[in-house]
Every structure is written in C-alpha cells, then in structure tokens.
C-alpha cells in the first residue's frame, strides 16, 4: 500500500514538473510582451515632451555639449529638457530585463552625484551635440543627428531615439565591457540569448515601432574599446 501511495505522488509531482515547464516559457514571453510595451509607451510619452520642447523652441530639439561619446550620453540640459516639457526621468530608461543601464540616481547623475552635467540614460539618441565631433563616428552615410523636429517627406524613417543595443566589437553583445563603476558588463534591454532580440525605435513623426535585431545595422562606433550601437 505504501509503494502504490508513494508511486502516486511521484507520478504527481512527474505531471506538476512537466505542466511547469509548459508553463514557465510561456510565462516569461507574456512577461517580456509586457515589457516591450512598457517601452514603446516611454517613447511615445518622450515624442510628447520633444514635440512640447521643439514647439516652445522654433523646432530645435534640446542641443547641448556633449558629455561623452555614447549615444546614450546627453548633456544635463538636454535630459531635463525633456522631463520638463512632461516626461518623467524614469520613460528614459529601459524597462528591459536585461538592460544594465536603470533608472539609478548613479546614472542620473553620472559620474560623481549630484550636481552633475551628465545624464546617462537607457536610450540612444540622434539629437546633436553642440561640441565634439561625434558625427565622424556615425558608420553609415545614410544617418545623422537632428538639430530640429521638423516635417519631413522621410519623417516616418528617421529615427530620434532607440533602444540602445551595444556590441565589443561585431559580435559580443552580452558582455560588453564596461569602465563606468556601476556595472561590470553593459547589455541591451531585449536579450535573447547570447544576441539581442531587437528594440523599440522613436521616428521624427512621433510613431514608435518595434525593430527586429536582423533589420538592425551596425551605425555608430563610439571608438571607445570598439564599443558600437545598433539600430
């Protein structure tokens, strides 16, 4: 009697086994679902407060000096301008869960704490900087960064912000070096594996879409230990 009772419960928890293990990947893609959107909806709200900043500026976009080489670099100025124009600092970090850049006081106020000219945020950006040269660092002919938020005939294809997804070279994309002090390795926010599985991206229009990563281009190279950004 005792063999067929214990014979049973083996077989139960054989069945709760196999359920959870149909369960759990199903789970985890609901999940990053849910985070993909949670995304496109920070960018929408960023499209706002850049459409709010250029009206109340000519059509500028907030350009400042730049505060390093990344694209996800921006000039104190530039970061506030687009949380007071309605957005709140956390819509400029990505909601990914393997993203490693977060929304931290430590990025916010990179390097050293507040007062702090530089913003670290979780997205790159196509906005100019007013100093520096990082237009020489641009990989593809075809893009640029923008000084305003005007109509344009390829509005809809030209992108202002994206998902910062990073390689070391042409290849590492999970363990890209990091010198910051806060995390050892950088990654992008949609891993899938051992490569990332695309990102959002915001367009001059104002719309936001998905991009897959195999549509993505290598498009800039920071120069900094081969770290590039693509989008």
Same mark, same amino acid.
């Given at each position: 009697?005792?063999?067929?009772?214990?014979?049973?419960? !083996?077989? $139960?928890?054989?069945?709760?086994?196999? &359920? !959870?293990?149909?369960?759990?990947?199903?789970?985890?893609?609901?999940?990053?679902?849910?985070?993909?959107?949670?995304?496109?909806?920070? *960018?929408k709200q960023v499209a706002i =407060?850049?459409?709010?900043?250029?009206?109340?500026?000519?059509?500028?976009?907030?350009?400042?000096?730049?505060?390093?080489?990344?694209?996800?670099?921006?000039?104190?100025?530039?970061?506030d301008a687009i949380t007071d124009? $309605?957005?709140?600092?956390?819509?400029? %970090? @990505?909601?990914?869960?393997?993203?490693?850049?977060?929304?931290?006081?430590?990025?916010?106020? %990179?390097?050293? =704490?507040?007062?702090?000219?530089?913003?670290?945020?979780? %997205? =790159?950006?196509? /906005?100019?900087?007013?100093? $520096?040269?990082?237009?020489? #660092?641009? &990989?593809?002919?075809?893009?640029?960064?923008?000084?305003? &938020?005007?109509?344009?005939?390829n509005s809809a294809e030209v992108?202002?912000?994206?998902? !910062?997804?990073?390689?070391?070279?042409? #290849?590492?994309?999970? #363990?890209?070096?990091?010198?910051?002090?806060?995390?050892?390795?950088?990654?992008?926010?949609?891993?899938?594996?051992?490569?990332?599985?695309?990102?959002?991206? &915001? *367009?001059?229009?104002?719309?936001? !879409?998905?991009?897959?990563?195999?549509?993505?281009? @290598?498009?800039?190279?920071?120069?900094?230990?081969? /770290?590039?950004?693509?989008?």
């Open positions: 009697m005792r063999r067929i009772y214990t014979d049973r419960i !083996a077989r $139960g928890h054989r069945h709760y086994c196999d &359920l !959870a293990a149909m369960l759990l990947p199903a789970l985890s893609r609901a999940k990053e679902k849910a985070r993909r959107a949670q995304d496109l909806s920070n *960018f =407060g850049l459409r709010i900043y250029a009206d109340d500026n000519r059509d500028n976009l907030p350009v400042f000096d730049n505060q390093g080489v990344w694209l996800w670099d921006l000039h104190a100025k530039a970061g124009s $309605g957005a709140k600092r956390k819509i400029l %970090y @990505c909601p990914g869960l393997t993203a490693s850049v977060t929304d931290l006081d430590k990025w916010w106020w %990179y390097p050293n =704490g507040p007062p702090s000219d530089h913003r670290v945020t979780g %997205y =790159g950006w196509m /906005i100019k900087r007013a100093t $520096g040269n990082m237009e020489a #660092n641009i &990989l593809t002919p075809d893009k640029q960064f923008m000084d305003k &938020l005007i109509s344009a005939t992108e202002i912000a994206f998902d !910062a997804v990073l390689s070391e070279g042409l #290849n590492n994309f999970n #363990n890209v070096s990091s010198s910051s002090g806060i995390v050892s390795v950088q990654r992008s926010g949609h891993m899938e594996g051992p490569l990332p599985a695309g990102g959002n991206v &915001l *367009f001059v229009d104002g719309h936001a !879409a998905w991009r897959p990563f195999k549509q993505m281009k @290598c498009r800039y190279n920071t120069n900094q230990r081969d /770290i590039r950004f693509w989008f």
